[in-house]
């Protein structure tokens, strides 16, 4: 009985958490949800980054860049097991929290990986996404990431991991993921990040 009203609480103060949380802004014409459930993590700085992203695109492929503000309806930025994700039934690209402020990371790497969402919104677009060609659309994801770590000065990082993916086969370019393991993962960064202080989470391997 506890147990059950303790998760119950647990459950109601994150939802309210979260509520706290959010902000919406409009990023060069495309609606962003942030809900920053990590205290240590300035929002501040993830809209920065996240438009800096962005504004890349926008420079070096303003075609991709006006695709994908065609085929996102939005961009959530959320706390989440891999880099990036394109949800199709609403067409929301999410790009994950700790991903945006990860000094890891520049803000070329973001914007690779919304290039690849957008790559498989596109696909969705024009009725073309296959489960049974998962590896198919992977693949031509990791190309759109390829071409543009190609077009942007010091793109070497983007250019070497899009051409690690497509030398993959078919089980390891499109792998299935353990997102239960995944989530436990980030609930563990998370309580180490608060006891310690660290706001770079876990460096999100996915998309």
């Known amino acids: 009985m506890l147990s059950d009203l303790f998760d119950r609480w647990r459950i109601s103060a994150m939802r309210t958490l979260q509520g706290w949380a959010t902000e ?23 809209f920065r980054r996240l438009d800096t992203a962005l504004g890349l695109i926008q420079q ?5 860049f006006a695709q994908i503000s065609q085929d996102f309806s939005s961009i959530r930025v959320v706390r989440y097991p891999c880099r990036a994700a394109f949800y199709p039934d609403s067409r929301t690209c999410l790009v994950e929290l700790t991903f945006t402020v990860n000094p890891e990371f520049t803000e070329a790497q973001i914007a690779s990986s ?3 969402e ?14 049974a060609e998962r590896p198919d659309e992977e693949r031509m994801c990791r190309q759109a990431e390829l071409e543009f770590g190609r077009a942007i ?8 991991r899009a051409l690690k993916s497509l030398a993959l086969d078919d089980n390891d ?12 993962a980030i609930a563990e960064a998370d ?3 608060i006891s310690h202080g660290d706001n770079s989470g876990i460096p999100p391997a996915n998309a």
């Open 191 to 193: 309580s180490r990040a």
């Open 173 to 184: 370019v499109a792998p299935i993921i353990d997102w239960n393991q995944a989530q436990q």
């Open 60 to 64: 070096y492929q303003p075609q991709t």
């Open 24 to 46: 919406k802004r409009m990023l060069r014409g495309i609606p962003v949800t942030l809900t920053n459930t990590r205290a240590d993590i300035d929002s501040e700085a993830v």
């Open 153 to 160: 000065p010091d793109g070497e990082a983007i250019v070497r």
């Open 114 to 116: 919304i290039v690849h």
């Open 118 to 131: 957008g790559m498989h919104a596109h696909v969705y677009a024009l009725g073309q996404s296959d489960p």
